[in-house]
């Protein structure tokens, strides 16, 4: 079993910065590293996504202010955001895909106020 331990996560103010970060347990082949976040009362969304390749797709909301990158060596996925704001406030988690099968993070709390 692959276990993926996120950190960064925390309070900033509007217009801050945070680096989230999602190591996997084990090497395996990836597929596809992704960051989803869920707000109170609404669904999860997927806020970006690296593929094998080097594809990335980012939601709308977040193009401009976040970063995917990744160490395929680690495994690990970042997720640098920028310019957050009070619209950010989630819970974000992570998500590999890869040989070993899918695994989730057990989330990391972002949350944007003054």
């Known amino acids: 079993q692959v276990q993926l331990v996120e950190s960064g996560g925390g309070l900033v103010p509007p217009g801050g910065s945070l680096r989230l970060s999602c190591a996997a347990s084990?090497?395996?082949?990836?597929?596809?590293m992704a960051w989803y976040r869920q707000a109170p009362g609404r669904q999860r969304e997927l806020v970006a996504h690296i593929g094998r390749g080097g594809s990335i797709y980012y939601e709308d909301s977040v193009k401009g202010r976040f970063t995917i990158a990744r160490d395929k060596a680690a495994p690990t996925v970042y997720l640098e955001m920028n310019n957050l704001n009070v619209e950010d406030t989630a819970v974000y988690s992570c998500n590999l895909v890869g040989s070993r099968g899918a695994f989730w993070g057990q989330g990391t709390q972002v949350t944007v106020s003054s």
């Open positions: 084990a090497s395996m082949s990836i597929d596809v």
